[in-house]
T-cell receptor, first 116, second 117 residues
């Protein structure tokens, strides 16, 4: 079975500091993609970063980086230099490549609060 | 990046009526679209996979007669909530994958907030 687990319902971070949002996953598929999305209060889903299961290096996109530890099945999101506009819900997601027909499943989400 | 347009953004309807939500890929062709449902402060739950030119594939527990999905063209999928009831009130959001982009990410519409009175 495919599963995404985000154990932090809410996180606080001081503006300009870094924060790590945890994500673990479970899949029997040997090939998969891992994603992080941001959902502000407006409801839209904004793609942040992608990591392929066979990628050798951790993905980075600007202030976002993905700490991919395959053996531990974890894909934590690191946001550096937090900004007030980073306050939002963050979802970790996974898409197994060979099973499920392109279906992407999501974790429960973590609400991030950035303090001034 | 690819753009997915979803309409309406919000709708209020009476119990027993049907509501149609449209999802369009504006600058790419999407053979597959996905419909998700999100309750307040919860995650996105996949309802069904919409396949162009064929029947949708529904997730376990989703009533196909209740949530009708039509994907008649490569750029349009519609979700119709039939005989809506208050328990159908939710945030519905569609997504699509652009086959021209290699990293498999989904592009999302802006979502539809449905309130059934």
């Amino acid at each position: 079975a495919q599963k995404i687990t985000q154990t932090q319902p809410g996180m606080f971070v001081q503006e300009k500091e870094a924060v790590t949002l945890d994500c673990t996953y479970d899949t029997s598929d040997p090939s998969y993609g891992l994603f992080w999305y941001k959902q502000p209060s407006s409801g839209e889903m904004i793609f942040l970063i992608y990591q392929g299961s066979y990628d050798q290096q951790n993905a980075t996109e600007g202030r976002y980086s993905l700490n991919f530890q395959k053996a531990r099945k974890s894909a934590n999101l690191v946001i550096s230099a937090s900004q007030l506009g980073d306050s939002a819900m963050y979802f970790c997601a996974m898409r197994p490549t060979h099973t499920g027909g392109f279906k992407t499943i999501f974790g429960a989400g973590t609400r991030l609060f950035v303090k001034a | 990046g690819a753009v997915v347009s979803q309409h309406p953004s919000w709708v209020i309807c009476k119990s027993g009526t049907s509501v149609k939500i449209e999802c369009r890929s504006l600058d790419f062709q999407a053979t597959t679209m996905f419909w998700y449902r999100q309750f307040p402060k919860q995650s996105l739950m996949l309802m069904a996979t919409s396949n162009e030119g064929s029947k949708a594939t529904y997730e376990q527990g989703v009533e196909k007669d209740k949530f009708l999905i039509n994907h008649a063209s490569l750029t349009l999928s519609t979700l119709t909530v039939t005989s809506a009831h208050p328990e159908d009130s939710s945030f519905y959001i569609c997504s699509a994958r652009d086959p021209g982009q290699g990293d498999e990410k989904l592009f999302f519409g802006s979502g539809t907030q449905l309130s059934v009175l």
